[in-house]
């Protein structure tokens, strides 16, 4: 593999170089490298080291931001070329990912899109202020193994209840995954309304929806996963 051209790619990410994140992608497929790798390489290392920087407090919740929108700028690009060769999928679960109703706050959100991609899962992104019904129709069209809703206002929190509520009542709770995620969101809130699981970090959603596909591919059910809640 072009090790100049995979650290270019991963440098852009950490410094949050949005069109040098693209440009490095697109060298990497003009160069014949492998995008499942590159994406491992590059991208998946280099938002692993801005997450650790951060918990560090070496980084800063701006370079966060901008480290997710390149990472996410350029996994679009090795993504559709991967879905253009057909060849290995570096998808390992589809995520309903969404901001609360009522909420307009994304950093997080993206965040943890650019980072759960980086891993493998297929995200659709919902954005912000997604209703209940929003939520429950994109996960039955496309076929979600999980709904990934988060808020940071403690107002947006009885959505989360409705969401889980409403899939009971429809007869399909079992199909999907719920976590949750958000300053105000707790363990006991998680365990409360019957969730599957809670992360309190962008990176540690990723080893929470491992461990539910995990779970989900054995056929079993089990108590909430909760990582990193403090209460």
């Known amino acids: 593999m072009d090790n100049v051209i995979v650290k270019k790619l991963y440098d852009a990410v950490i410094e949050g170089e949005e069109e040098i994140a693209v440009e490095a992608a697109q060298e990497s497929i003009d160069a014949g490298l492998n995008p499942v790798e590159v994406i491992k390489t590059s991208i998946q290392g280099a938002m692993d080291e801005i997450g650790a920087q951060f918990e560090d407090g070496e980084a800063f919740l701006p370079e966060l931001m901008l480290a997710g929108e390149a990472a996410t700028e350029a996994m679009d690009i090795l993504l559709a070329k991967i879905k253009e060769d057909g060849g290995e999928s570096t998808e390992v679960g589809t995520v309903i990912l969404g901001v609360m109703s009522g909420d307009h706050h994304d950093i997080g959100k993206n965040l943890v899109k650019a980072i759960l991609s980086a891993n493998g899962f297929k995200i659709i992104d919902m954005g912000i202020d997604v209703g209940v019904k929003a939520f429950i129709e994109t996960a039955q069209r496309e076929k979600a193994d999980i709904i990934a809703c988060s808020?940071?206002?403690?107002?947006?929190?009885?959505?989360?209840?409705?969401?889980?509520?409403?899939?009971?009542?429809m007869g399909i709770r079992e199909k999907y995954s719920v976590i949750l995620g958000g300053g105000p969101v707790t363990s006991q809130w998680t365990k409360m309304i019957s969730a599957d699981g809670y992360a309190n970090t962008a990176s540690e959603c990723v080893s929470l929806c491992t461990q539910l596909m995990e779970r989900s591919e054995k056929g079993g059910e089990g108590e909430p996963i909760i990582i990193g809640a403090l209460t």
């Open 151 to 169: 808020t940071l206002i403690t107002t947006s929190l009885p959505y989360q209840k409705e969401l889980i509520q409403t899939l009971e009542a």
